[in-house]
């Protein structure tokens, strides 16, 4: 299966870099790029690429509004944040907006195209200095546990699992799937699925 890109970032030498990158690589397209957020979402739309390769720090619309965005708009694009920063101010809002997963610039070649690939899966990817980072500022204790249920499918999900993949390994219904994920995000006080799998990891519901 080829995985379609499009490269959101305001420094033309880093697209052409990662234009090349994944041009050379079987298995990848580039469909198309933007300097800015606006852009982004604008094309994503236009183009439907598998995955977005979103920076954050862009002139006018920034990734942050752009991921808020593309999610208002039900866009079925992952988007993957690729950026130099990992400070808690940057982390969070991103994978709060819907991002997901995070790497960082200086993430290794194969490392890029693994977390690529994961997050077309619909795979919750985040490198090893941004998930430790998180770890350590959500390792508050929760104000309420999460059921058993309710991590058994937060599991399945961070494995990439979709609802109805879930509701089949646990043998209920994609309903009942979708009723023990929306108690999980009111217990974590997030909004999505990469945000409540990022918060349960850092508590210590899941396991790595």
């Known amino acids: 299966m080829t995985v379609t890109l499009l490269i959101a970032d305001d420094h033309p030498i880093v697209r052409d870099g990662l234009r090349g990158i994944f041009t050379g690589e079987h298995g990848f397209e580039v469909l198309g790029e933007a300097a ?9 739309q236009a183009l439907h690429p598998d995955v977005v390769l979103m920076d954050l720090r862009m002139p006018g619309t920034d990734g942050v509004a752009a991921i808020t965005e593309l999610a208002r708009l039900a ?12 400070t808690d101010s940057d982390v969070l809002p991103a994978i709060e907006a819907g991002a997901t997963g995070y790497l ?4 290794p070649r194969e490392e890029l195209f693994r977390a690529v690939r994961a997050a077309a899966r619909g795979e919750s990817v985040l490198s090893p200095a941004v998930a ?19 991590i058994e499918v937060l599991t399945l999900v961070s494995r ?8 089949k390994q646990l043998f209920i219904s994609e309903a009942t799937v979708k009723t023990h994920l929306l ?10 699925r990469a ?11 899941l396991s790595t």
Request: hydrophobic residues 40%.
């Open 36 to 44: 800015n957020g606006s852009e982004a979402v604008t094309l994503a």
């Open 160 to 167: 990439g699992s979709t609802n109805k993949e879930a509701a």
């Open 183 to 192: 108690h999980a995000y009111a217990k974590l006080g997030v909004k999505d």
């Open 104 to 107: 960082l610039k200086d993430a």
């Open 195 to 205: 945000a409540a799998v990022a918060v349960a990891l850092g508590r210590g519901f």
């Open 132 to 150: 430790g980072r998180i770890m350590g500022q959500l390792r508050a204790p929760a104000q309420e546990p999460l059921s058993q249920r309710e």
């Open 75 to 86: 866009n079925p694009a992952r988007v993957l944040v690729l950026t130099t920063y990992d």
